[in-house]
């Protein structure tokens, strides 16, 4: 997935397989239309539309082990709400953009 959305912070990345930030979460979302959620769904729907993307092979929805590799079992579909949230905030705070 971080191959298909870009990740505009350095909140989130991975350096030897540790994350330097909490999980976000993406269970309700109340989006107002404009052509800033145009362009934030957009990233979305194209990651839906993308196999590699929302399910990668070897992925998989639940981990049989709390020690498995990260991005091997996983919500895809919250991790890219919370990526593009993540950005949403990134640009807000630093770049001073309105939304």
């Known amino acids: 997935m971080f191959t298909y959305i870009p990740i505009i912070?350095?909140?989130i990345k991975i350096?030897?397989?540790k994350w330097d930030a909490e999980m976000y979460d993406a269970n309700f979302i109340i989006?107002?239309?404009s052509e800033y959620t145009r362009n934030y769904l957009k990233w979305a729907l194209l990651c839906a539309a993308t196999k590699q993307c929302i399910h990668?092979?070897?992925s998989q929805l639940y981990?049989?082990?709390p020690?498995?590799?990260?991005?091997t079992?996983?919500?895809?579909d919250q991790s890219v709400m919370g990526?593009?949230?993540v950005n949403s905030e990134y640009k807000r705070s630093l770049i001073g953009m309105k939304i």
């Open 9 to 11: 912070t350095d909140w």
């Open 15 to 17: 350096e030897n397989q």
């Open 31 to 33: 989006l107002h239309k």
């Open 56 to 58: 990668p092979d070897g």
């Open 63 to 65: 981990c049989t082990s």
């Open 67 to 71: 020690r498995t590799t990260i991005g």
């Open 73 to 76: 079992c996983h919500r895809f």
């Open 83 to 85: 990526i593009l949230n």
